[in-house]
């Protein structure tokens, strides 16, 4: 089994930084992309940012400059810099992974962390 574990979220203001970060652990032979996707109230749970194991990343247009993904493969860890928070930005966000288990990739998911962005 797998698990991951989110933290960092919180309340900032608008035009301040969060960071999370998600640190997967447990039975792990390999991890392929990890990535944030978030959930704001009444809307679709949505990607933000995606990392594949050799650095790749893509981003929602709508954080584009002003958020950043990294990972560190040794780690088994992702973090998402989130700067010039906005409003929209509040939302449960999630981690997400998908590890190898013999056969094919099982996809994981975090607990969800909120991140509120208050005016």
């Known amino acids: 089994q797998v698990q991951l574990v989110e933290s960092g979220g919180g309340l900032v203001q608008a035009g301040g930084s969060l960071r999370l970060s998600c640190a997967a652990s447990?039975?792990?032979?390999?991890?392929?992309?990890m990535g944030w996707y978030r959930q704001a109230p009444g809307k679709q749970r949505e990607l933000v940012a995606r990392?594949?194991?050799?650095?790749?990343?893509n981003y929602a247009d709508s954080v584009k400059g002003r958020f950043t993904i990294s990972r560190d493969n040794a780690k088994n860890t992702v973090s998402l810099q989130m700067n010039s928070l906005e409003r929209d930005d509040t939302a449960v966000y999630y981690c997400?992974?998908?590890?190898?288990?013999?056969?094919?990739?099982?996809?994981?998911w975090g607990q969800g962390t909120q991140g509120t962005v208050s005016s």
């Open positions: 990392i594949t194991s050799g650095g790749s990343t």
């Open positions: 447990g039975r792990i032979s390999a991890i392929n992309t």
């Open positions: 997400n992974t998908a590890v190898w288990g013999l056969t094919c990739w099982y996809d994981y």
